[in-house]
């Protein structure tokens, strides 16, 4: 099993700018990719970005390319990945979910990913 825990969502205004962080705990030596998606109320969750945990490819949702970044730190085990959200805009306001998967090619299908935190709420006001 792989745990996941979620940090770093508030409250912003439009052109400010956040840093989630995602630790994973537990089983991690099978997960080779590891992704943050998002949920508004009313809309499907939607991949935002995901990041091979080796090698560090990326991929990226067309409505954050340019204003979001994926990261990952490796160092002495921490699994630890990070997403740095710049220019947020009202409509980035969702819950925020980091997710991890065994898959061995980077998607941001929510059906490739096994594993889920419990999310973390992003708001971000005119």
């Known amino acids: 099993q792989v745990q996941l825990l979620e940090s770093g969502g508030g409250s912003v205004q439009a052109g400010g700018s956040l840093r989630l962080s995602c630790a994973a705990s537990g089983d991690t030596s099978r997960v080779n990719v590891m992704g943050w998606f998002r949920q508004a109320p009313g809309k499907e969750r939607e991949g935002v970005a995901a990041i091979y945990t080796t090698g560090g490819v990326t991929y990226y949702g067309d409505s954050v390319k340019d204003r979001f970044t994926i990261s990952r730190d490796n160092a002495n085990a921490k699994n630890t990945v990070y997403l740095q959200m710049n220019s947020l805009k009202p409509e980035d306001t969702a819950m925020y979910y980091c997710?991890?998967?065994?898959?061995?090619?980077?998607?941001?299908?929510?059906?490739?990913?096994?594993?889920w935190g419990q999310g973390t709420q992003v708001t971000v006001s005119s």
């Open positions: 997710a991890a998967s065994h898959q061995l090619v980077v998607t941001l299908l929510p059906i490739d990913f096994g594993y």
